[in-house]
């Protein structure tokens, strides 16, 4: 069981940035895939990040390519992201979810909500133009 906790959405203009933080609780011998969702006004949800929670295999979806990063503190205890260059298009509720790591964390169905078990409840990040 892996209990998780968003904050630092808000309200920024078009360009700014924002970072994002989950605090997570498991059992830090486990290997965990750690991810960031998010879902538009209009309802749609979509892998935005993912990293393994040593850290390693950072991955991303096109459209934050270049603009997000996504991290992890050395105690295993928090996830970050990191938004820079915002436009209106990243307007969304973002989630930060985990799953026991598997393969799938290594291969392209990261991207599939399913194949993370727990999720945290979400923040809100608007941004205007």
């Known amino acids: ?22 605090a997570y609780s498991g059992d830090v ?3 965990y895939c750690l991810g960031w969702f998010r879902q538009n006004p209009g309802g749609k949800r979509e892998a935005v990040a993912k990293i393994d929670s040593d850290g390693r295999g950072p991955a991303y979806t ?4 270049g603009r997000f990063t996504i991290s992890q503190d ?4 928090t ?3 990191q938004m820079s260059n915002l436009t209106s298009e990243d307007t969304a509720m973002y989630y930060c ?6 393969s799938a964390c290594w291969s392209a169905a990261w991207v599939l909500s399913r ?3 727990w999720w945290g409840q979400g923040t809100q990040v608007i941004v205007s133009s």
């Open 1 to 22: 069981q892996v209990q998780l906790m968003e904050s630092g959405g808000g309200a920024v203009q078009a360009g700014g940035s924002l970072r994002l933080s989950c």
């Open 29 to 31: 011998s486990n290997k």
């Open 62 to 65: 096109e459209s934050v390519k």
């Open 74 to 77: 050395n105690a295993k205890t």
């Open 79 to 81: 996830l970050y992201l």
């Open 97 to 102: 979810a985990a799953n026991t790591e598997t």
């Open 115 to 117: 194949e993370f078990s």
